[in-house]
């Protein structure tokens, strides 16, 4: 199975859609646990939700849960030099490159960091995204 973490009007398709609001296929807010088995999900897709995060500590803990041995996370989020890692009052953090090495994700193999580039239409401004892909450890 596959997880659409914080999934907003973005649902997709063969993943189960999670979200605070009501827009997903289920309904709860991810800062008070996921309301999974252990090791459920194959696959986990997190765009624009960490940098909403209060406790990451305690969602990596539970993604860690919930995700297989193998399983692979996909995080995208704004770059903290971007307009849009602080353009939203909800931003409890922003990320770099160097947010996903080290100690940040104990458990896991961060396997790729690649920015992306977007200009904004209306005010042709730039942002810059983060993606991660990130896989937790096998043992």
């Known amino acids: 199975m596959n997880l659409n973490l914080g999934c907003g009007p973005d649902k997709k398709e063969g993943f189960i859609n999670y979200d605070i609001r009501p827009v997903g296929d289920v309904r709860g807010d991810c800062e008070q646990g996921l309301a999974f088995a252990d090791e459920t999900f194959s696959h986990v897709y997190a765009s624009h939700i960490v940098e909403h995060i209060r406790d990451l500590r305690a969602l ?6 919930v995700m297989k ?18 353009g939203d009052d909800d931003h409890c953090r ?4 160097q947010s996903f090495f080290g100690d940040f994700w104990p458990g896991f193999i961060v ?29």
């Open 94 to 97: 922003a990320f770099s490159e």
């Open 111 to 139: 396997e790729k960091v690649a920015s992306q580039h977007r200009i904004k239409v209306a005010n042709k401004q730039k942002v810059k995204w983060l993606y991660a892909l990130i896989r937790k450890r096998d043992a």
């Open 60 to 65: 990596k803990k539970e993604l860690w849960r």
């Open 69 to 86: 041995p193998g399983a692979s996370l996909v995080v995208i989020t704004p770059y903290y030099l971007s307009p849009d890692a602080w």
